[in-house]
């Protein structure tokens, strides 16, 4: 701020509070003056009621003596009036004291004076009632003593209310003066203050000039006498010229001390430059003194290490070691006995190898206790830094140089090392060459004197070669026949291959045919079966039940073994895929106990399933493959153990031994107090078809393909099973999985929705398995079926009148309306036909036209665009659903039918 705006901001300030007390003085004694009017008038105006109550009240007791003095009727009225006037008068002096004399002791006394009023008042209609009508014997007693005693009593209270009102004048009065005194009391003071901050304010205008010169002055005239590089600055936050001048003295300060910092900057990489010339030319007088390259390295490090204040080096050269690069200590300084260890070092090994690997310079500080000791007669420490510095030549990296120091090296001692090994890498190279070419002159020579002496041999020898040349030429043509013969074999091996693969198709393809030709008899057999096993309509005997479920169960037996020589089939042909996925232990746990709990409980066995403590939470395998290995295993030993117990124990374990030595694996043990198998019976019960004995099949049943189904699908998880059991004692089934639980699960993230859809569909599950516990299930899915899919026209097209004939019987008991088709031709004309309809089944294998072209017929139909079509195919190998989906089929399903996924693919498609 400047002078001449401090000096007016100054006055100016003074004389705005000047002002501002004037005005607050004015406005006080108007406050007070405003007051005092207030309390005078409103007092005044309460003494006034209260004389008005005195008057009126006597006016009221004239007049009422006047009514009953009996006047002329012409100047009864008269009196009246004025009575009421009075009335009046005195009803609203009380309402206006009411409201302006808040007082407790008002308050009751207004109470006392209007109860009486009224009193009085009642007291004089009834005597200007008296007058008016007729005089009666009491007319004298109330006139004389209840009006004259409440006048009385009115009058004192009126008295008593002016009292009072009087001395609150006075005390308002007196408060008034004393406030009258604080105001001009307040008033001196505020005059005194004012005056006081005036003069603290002019003087601190003052102070605040003549101190920021001072500290300018002060400032410079220390600066004659500084000799300090560091100059002192003027530390002032004012704006005024003052300050103005303090910042040009610190700018002048700063580029004053930039300047001295550049030239000392400047004399010191003089110095700098200087020193490092002198060095390095020091130390390149002496490379032609050197005789070979460990004089050399030698040399070096005597004159290196004490010019950057090293106290221990070593010198490592390339060498070839077996093929491969090699550093090898040549040259030392300072090297104690506790580093004898340390001679050489490969490529890429200790951070000498990598030095030279990286071709970089590598810079150690702050270094631990006990990296290494440097020791001399009086005794040993441990150095600060380590520099480690490659010497190269054209890129390549001929040698490197380590040094380690009690200090730190600087940056002065760093560029004298990387001038040194920049130049110390041609003198290596020139005196390796100039040694290579000593000992070429001297190999040369040898080899001159050894030629002399070998001519003569060769002489020798040249008769020998012309004997082995015609036995190579007879060799030769031995080799020309081993080389078509070997043609022959391949073309015969080609072949081969060829008719094993036409053989794995045909195989597939009677896999194929056979599935389709065994499920579709299946087919009509297990919804018949199972619809007479229902027993819907009630009409059946109970043997006849139990003729029904067995041949019903008849039926899924023979289903699961036709799954099972499938599953072997693509096994050995290695067409099974499997799906990895994450799978929880806990899972496992709770699907293994579901399934096999109640059996254990029937068959009256206790079965358990514990989990170890090192287990992790999940594991990586394909879930589905795993509940099948472990599902066949615990299966054999149920059918196998009629009393005692069987546990499922699962662990982690790392394998001392075999293919998966040291490595952690998932260890599934389930254990068995069944009947055991013999040792020589082992192995064999492994291969498909096959149990320990003709008895055990007889007696336990099963057709041995289980076992050898597990080992398969173990190995195509990556592990394995093992067998330890005593015939009579139980068995032990282990598998072995690997533990893959650290593999990331990203695709679930992507499936969110499916889940959430499956977590309904699970919720609504278990709420209707909950609601079918309190009635009967069977009636109410029977009754929700036919409401649902009554009345719905449902087309069939399929070439076996049994699969026709079980499909209508199981859709007509819920009311459907079903139409059918013998072949796929007929299908598509049957449909034209009757264009209302709403679902279709279509068989895939079917003569004439096939499934696959009816629905690609049908789908080129406009009308029929949007038309559910279910494929049924008795097939159930590889990708038969990928090839019904290509051909324009809205869902697939396999023979034989379930009936209840049946139904649920038509509740699906019906009401999409």
């Not at 940056?411 to 060459?433: H, M, P, R």
């Not at 072949?495 to 194929?512: D, M, T, W």
């Amino acid at each position: 701020m400047k002078f001449k705006t401090k000096l007016y901001v100054g006055l100016g300030s003074i004389l705005a509070f000047t002002a501002l007390l004037v005005f607050i003085l004015l406005y006080m004694l108007n406050q007070l003056s405003v007051n005092m009017n207030s309390v005078v008038n409103d007092m005044y105006e309460r003494v006034k009621l209260t004389a008005i109550l005195q008057n009126e009240t006597n006016n009221m007791g004239r007049e009422l003596r006047e009514i009953a003095s009996d006047p002329p009727d012409h100047i009864l009225p008269t009196i009246v009036n004025e009575w009421e006037e009075s009335h009046l008068n005195i009803k609203s002096s009380v309402d206006f004291l009411e409201k302006m004399d808040k007082r407790e002791k008002s308050q009751e006394l207004l109470v006392k004076f209007n109860t009486l009023y009224q009193r009085y008042n009642r007291i004089g209609e009834q005597v200007i009632t008296f007058v008016k009508v007729e005089k009666e014997s009491n007319f004298e007693e109330l006139l004389w003593n209840d009006a004259k005693l409440t006048q009385q009593r009115m009058l004192q209270i009126a008295d008593l209310l002016n009292t009072l009102q009087e001395q609150e004048m006075k005390d308002e009065l007196y408060r008034t003066r004393k406030t009258h005194n604080i105001a001009v009391q307040i008033i001196y003071a505020y005059v005194i203050v004012g005056l006081i901050l005036g003069i603290c304010a002019a003087m601190l205008l003052i102070r605040s000039l003549t101190r920021n010169l001072h500290n300018v002055t002060s400032v410079m005239s220390s600066v004659t006498y500084n000799n300090d590089a560091k100059l002192p600055r003027i530390h002032m936050n004012s704006k005024d010229e003052i300050g103005e001048i303090a910042i040009a003295f610190n700018e002048m300060a700063q580029k004053l001390e930039e300047h001295a910092a550049g030239e000392k900057d400047l004399k010191e990489k003089a110095e700098e430059q200087s020193w490092l010339k002198s060095k390095v030319a020091r130390i390149a007088t002496m490379y032609p003194e050197a005789e070979n390259l460990q004089n050399l390295a030698q040399m070096l490090m005597t004159k290196v290490t004490p010019m950057v204040e090293a106290s221990f080096g070593a010198f490592y050269l390339k060498e070839t070691r077996q093929g491969e690069p090699y550093l090898k200590k040549i040259a030392s300084y300072a090297f104690n006995q506790q580093n004898v260890g340390f001679d050489g070092f490969s490529f890429g090994e200790g951070l000498i190898g990598q030095c030279a690997t990286e071709n970089r310079t590598i810079l150690l500080t702050d270094l631990p206790d006990h990296y290494v000791r440097i020791g001399s007669g009086l005794g040993e420490a441990y150095p600060t830094s380590v520099i480690i510095l490659p010497i190269e030549f054209e890129g390549e990296v001929l040698a490197v140089m380590e040094l380690a120091s009690f200090k730190l090296f600087n940056s002065l001692q760093q560029k004298l090392l990387q001038e040194v090994i920049s130049n110390i890498g041609i003198t290596i190279n020139n005196i390796d060459n100039h040694t290579k070419v000593e000992k070429l002159l001297h190999e040369s020579q040898s080899l001159t004197e050894e030629l002399q002496s070998q001519s003569e041999e060769l002489q020798m020898q040249q008769e020998e070669l012309r004997l082995t040349n015609e036995k190579l030429e007879e060799q030769y043509g031995n080799s020309e026949q081993r080389k078509r013969e070997l043609e022959r074999i391949r073309l015969m091996l080609e072949e081969k291959a060829h008719q094993l693969e036409v053989s794995s198709q045909y195989k597939s393809e009677f896999l194929a045919n056979m599935s389709h030709e065994l499920r579709t008899p299946l087919n009509s057999l297990l919804i018949l079966s199972q619809m007479l096993a229902e027993n819907s309509e009630e009409n059946l005997t109970q043997k006849q039940l139990d003729y029904a479920r067995t041949i019903f169960t008849s039926g899924k037996d023979l289903l699961h073994l036709i799954n099972d020589i499938l599953d072997l089939a693509k096994v050995e042909s290695g067409k099974l895929e499997v799906h990895s996925e994450e799978v929880m232990v806990n899972q496992v746990k709770e699907e293994v106990e579901n399934q096999f709990l109640p059996i254990a409980y029937q068959k009256d066995v206790i079965f358990t399933v514990q989990l170890e403590s090192n287990l992790p939470n999940s594991f990586y395998t394909d879930k589905q493959r795993l509940l099948q290995i472990l599902k066949n295993l615990l299966s054999n030993a149920f059918k196998f153990t009629n009393e005692g117990e069987i546990v499922m124990i699962v662990k982690n374990v790392n394998l001392s031994s075999g293919a998966y030595k040291n490595n952690s694996m998932l260890a599934f043990s389930i254990i068995d107090t069944g009947i055991g198998i013999p040792k020589d019976k082992q192995t064999l019960i492994f291969d498909a078809f096959k149990q320990a004995d003709g008895t055990t099949s007889r007696k336990y049943g099963g057709t041995g393909l289980g076992l050898s189904i597990s080992r398969d699908l173990a190995q195509l998880l990556g592990g394995f099973i093992k067998v330890k059991s005593e015939e009579g004692q139980g068995s032990t089934f282990t598998l072995y999985l690997p533990d893959n639980h650290q593999k990331l699960v990203n695709e679930l993230n992507s499936s969110q929705k499916e889940a959430a859809v499956g977590l309904d569909q699970l919720e609504e599950s278990i709420q209707s398995r909950e609601s079918g516990e309190e009635i009967n299930k069977a009636d109410k899915d029977i009754m929700q079926r036919k409401a649902l899919f009554k009345g719905k026209k449902i087309l069939i097209v399929d070439d076996d009148m049994r699969n026709i004939f079980a499909l209508t019987t199981a859709l007509e008991k819920y009311e459907m309306d079903v139409v059918f088709a013998e072949n796929g031709q007929e299908g598509i004309e049957l449909l034209e036909e009757n264009p209302h309809t709403d679902l279709v089944f279509m068989d895939i294998m079917m003569p004439e036209m096939d499934g696959f072209e009816a629905i690609r017929h049908i789908r080129q139909l406009e009308q029929f665009n949007n038309l559910p079509i279910i494929a049924l195919t008795a097939k159930a190998m590889k990708h038969n659903r990928e090839q019904c989906i290509e051909a324009g089929a809205s869902d697939y399903i396999s023979k034989p039918v379930n009936l209840e996924q049946l139904f649920s693919l038509l509740h699906v498609w019906l009401y999409r």
